[in-house]
């Protein structure tokens, strides 16, 4: 199986240890560097994902870059107007 | 009266806007450089109000540095165990 080189996990609202154990198996398959994506609420999620799996369970894991920006969100139903919300993203390398 | 090199700001729960003004008002009086600090639900804030500042007010402010963590806090009445929380500081600067 080739491997790609920069693995992407989207956080989004599942519990903290569903994304840990997700980031542990992409690692366990020979991934070097896996890269966290999350906006709006889930940014706390995704600083806190990486910190668990960081502390607790790949304690040689770096987090190698973080990047903040905006995204523009399409009108809710019912809404007219597009929202903006912010976005972030970690990248954890093992080395 | 004599400039700090780098002003801190904590985020917690107000809304958005308050820190943006305090950010706002650190930079108009000769501050080169404003750090936020937040931890737990509040980091979500933080990314926010660094984004609304940059977008919308303060065009040329560039961020130099973003850093994750985890901090202990004490219990809370009635429990016995201390929480991991998770940090983020981000630092602004004019330039």
């Given at each position: 199986m080739t491997q790609k080189p920069n693995d992407v996990i989207f956080i989004g609202n599942k519990p903290p240890m569903s994304y840990v154990l997700a980031i542990i198996t992409a690692f366990s398959s020979n991934q070097k560097e896996v890269t966290l994506k999350a906006r709006g609420q889930a940014i706390t999620t995704t600083v806190d994902v990486a910190e668990i799996t960081r502390n607790?369970?790949?304690?040689?894991?770096?987090?190698t870059k973080i990047a903040i920006g905006t995204a523009e969100m399409p009108p809710r139903e019912g809404e007219s107007k597009s929202r903006m919300v912010s976005t972030i993203e970690i990248t954890l390398n093992k080395g």
């Open positions: 607790r369970f790949l304690k040689d894991l770096k987090v």
